[in-house]
């Protein structure tokens, strides 16, 4: 029997001991949609049983580019309830508001001493949103990168998931913390991307050569909490090539590539599986079966959220006791970080 205790708690304590450290987030720029879902959200749900982790509400990313001051708040709120609704459990991991933790900001400063200028003019995602915002591109959103960084190296991630689309990013992190560390010795952990091997980047319905992003909710996107009738009526008028067969082709059907990867990750089923399923049936067919999966599958995910939105104290001070955690993680990279580069 005292064995048998000790062989737990040699289990237990060895499996913490192996657990990673795991961190990311999502800016509070509008209800998540069912790509942020499947590329990020999903998967966090999946490891925070496994890994140590800890998931953030990334606020000041946020403000990047054009926003409203008056709905940021609520926009924070609702993605802080998002995450317990999908299925992140404060227990389990740590769970807060990027703002809340300054540490972010100071070590973006230190860490932008060291970044050529040159490497963050060269993100695709700085190209594409100075693009869409031509008259507003401001200093932040070229350093954006620069905080993402900090987030992650604060708090000596090993492992970072996240849609492709950050894939650019978090190489950005990488080198940044390796140059770091061989300027001024051993400080930062190098962290490695955990991106989905289906679902990386979720395409927008209506133009399935974009991909599918909160910033363009119109018909292409779907939104975690979209209502049952809205999901028919843009599955039902998603683009699709001209084509009949339900066949996985994702350089020439792009369209039915995509539902058919939709439907995979909220079905579990394979592909293969899928394609045999619906052979010899139209794409009206296996469209109007996407929107029903979704719609269920997405139904609990809704249920939760309006019970969560009840109780905004609890939200709170779950936000507020994980910011605390953090913050002890926070300074302890930050004592060593400034000692490092010469500072106090
Ligand atoms: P915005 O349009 O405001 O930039 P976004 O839809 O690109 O928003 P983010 O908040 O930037 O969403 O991303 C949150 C997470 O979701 C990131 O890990 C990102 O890689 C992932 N993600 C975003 N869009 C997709 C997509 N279409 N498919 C898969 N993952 C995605
Ligand atoms: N840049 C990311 C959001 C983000 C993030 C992070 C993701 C900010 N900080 C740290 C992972 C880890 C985006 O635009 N989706």
């Given at each position: 029997m005292e064995n048998c205790i000790l062989i737990c708690y040699y289990l237990v304590i060895n499996t913490k001991l192996e657990s990673m450290k795991i961190f990311s987030g999502i800016r509070p720029t509008g209800d998540i949609h069912i790509g942020n879902y499947i590329g990020s959200l999903k998967r966090w749900v999946e490891i925070q049983d496994e890994e140590d982790c800890i998931f953030c509400v990334v606020d000041w990313h946020a403000i990047t580019t054009p926003y409203e001051a008056k709905t940021l708040q609520k926009n924070i709120f609702d993605l802080a309830t998002t995450y317990l609704a999908a299925g992140i459990d404060p227990n389990k991991c740590t769970y807060f508001v990027?703002?809340?933790?300054?540490e972010h900001a100071e070590l973006a400063w230190l860490l932008g001493t060291t970044i050529p200028v040159g490497e963050l003019q060269r993100m695709t995602q700085f190209k594409d949103k100075s693009l869409k915002h031509k008259d507003n591109i401001t200093a932040g959103l070229l350093n954006y990168p620069i905080l993402m960084a900090a987030d992650i190296l604060l708090y000596n991630a090993e492992a970072v998931p996240i849609g492709k689309d950050q894939k650019q990013h978090l190489e950005l992190t990488r080198d940044t913390a390796e140059r770091f560390n061989s300027k001024y010795g051993n400080t930062f952990v190098i962290p490695e991307p955990i991106i989905p091997?289906?679902?990386?980047t979720i395409m927008s319905l209506?133009?399935?050569?974009k991909k599918m992003s909160k910033s363009d909710n119109g018909k292409g996107s779907i939104s975690l909490f979209e209502d049952p009738d809205s999901i028919m009526t843009k599955l039902m008028s998603a683009t699709t090539d001209s084509d009949k067969d339900i066949r996985f082709d994702a350089e020439n059907k792009k369209g039915i590539s995509n539902l058919l990867t939709i439907y995979s990750v909220f079905s579990k089923k394979s592909v293969k599986d899928i394609e045999n399923e619906f052979s010899g049936k139209g794409y009206g067919d296996f469209k109007k079966a996407t929107a029903e999966l979704l719609i269920e599958s997405l139904r609990p995910i809704r249920e939760k959220k309006k019970e969560y939105e009840k109780n905004p104290d609890y939200i709170w001070s779950e936000l507020e006791k994980g910011a605390n955690k953090a913050r002890k993680i926070a300074e302890e990279t930050m004592k060593k970080a400034r000692v490092n580069m010469g500072l106090k």
């Open positions: 990027q703002s809340q933790v300054k091997e289906q679902g990386a209506s133009d399935p050569e």
